[in-house]
């Protein structure tokens, strides 16, 4: 009789002891996946490089450049584009070089002024760099552009080749 009224605190003990023990061995599996802070690796600031983006689909226009925001005095034949507000980033990106195609067309130029009416990943572009995609009176074009100086795409593989001229003769039978 004595154990069976001592049965419900070894049976509460006992339970006690299992679910402490579960859940150490959970606690145990949790920290081994945990990563330290120093496994993470972090980007320093204006290293594009690295992981090279390309914005595609983009609008560009053009504007009438001279004092831009980063602090320079340009002039419309330079290859400079304005960027948008939100990547402009307060002048974080001032002066460095990006490369824009549209339709096959390749160049490089520098960040020089910010675009406040620009879309995301929009870019103004001057007189001159517009003229060499297409005329002032297109307005607006589209194409892509990236963060670096990349060396132009390949050029689109033309075909030179052209079937052989008919042969010529002047060969004829011998009489008969």
Request: proline share 10%; glycine share 10%.
């Amino acid at each position: 009789m004595r154990l069976l009224a001592q049965l419900p605190v070894l049976l509460s003990f006992a339970l006690s002891w299992c679910s402490v023990s579960a859940s150490s061995a959970h606690q145990v599996n949790r920290r081994h996946g945990k990563r330290l802070n120093s496994d993470l690796s972090v980007r320093a600031p204006g290293d594009v490089d690295m992981y090279k983006r390309d914005y595609p689909n983009s609008r560009f226009t053009y504007y009438a450049d001279g004092l831009g925001a980063c602090g320079t005095t340009n002039q419309p034949g330079d290859f400079i584009v304005a960027l948008n507000s939100a990547q402009y980033s307060g002048g974080q990106n001032c002066y460095q070089t990006i490369t824009i195609t549209i339709g096959g067309l390749t160049a490089q130029a520098q960040i020089v002024d910010e675009c406040p009416g620009c879309p995301y990943a929009g870019l103004d572009f001057s007189e001159g760099l517009f003229q060499y995609f297409a005329p002032l009176s297109s307005g607006v074009l589209y194409g892509t552009w990236s963060f670096g100086s990349a060396p132009a795409p390949a050029p689109s593989p033309t075909s030179t080749w052209q079937p052989p001229p008919a042969p010529t003769t002047t060969w004829q039978p011998p009489p008969t």
